[in-house]
């Protein structure tokens, strides 16, 4: 765990211009719904991957572009992935902010 969570932090770290983070939530956007319709629709695979990998010079150039930085995936190959979905999920969804506030309202005193 200690490792995801430095991987993560990293990968925060990297991910500061709104811009590239916007690249990033198209793209991890992009590769849940594509795997989900080859799974759930029976979407052709090469089709799915195809879209997968037309994701990725999107996000490289976020980094170039915008950060003017390295990918996260280059220090932490792998388990950036799993970050990058994560991070995504919280931001898009607002999880962070929901278990927050749950973690507050159950924990507070009444």
Known sequence: M?????????FIACHQHPINQALHHFANFTVILSLV???IHRMDWKLAILLILLTQ?????????????QPAFIKYPG?????????????LFGLKDIWL??????????
């Open 2 to 10: 200690a490792h995801f969570s430095a991987a993560r932090e990293h």
């Open 79 to 91: 388990i950036t992935i799993l970050a990058s979905l994560s991070w995504s999920f919280e931001r």
């Open 57 to 69: 010079p999107l996000v490289w150039a976020g980094h170039a572009v915008f950060e003017k930085n």
């Open 37 to 39: 319709l080859a799974l």
């Open 101 to 110: 506030q749950l973690s507050r309202s159950s924990f507070s005193p009444d």
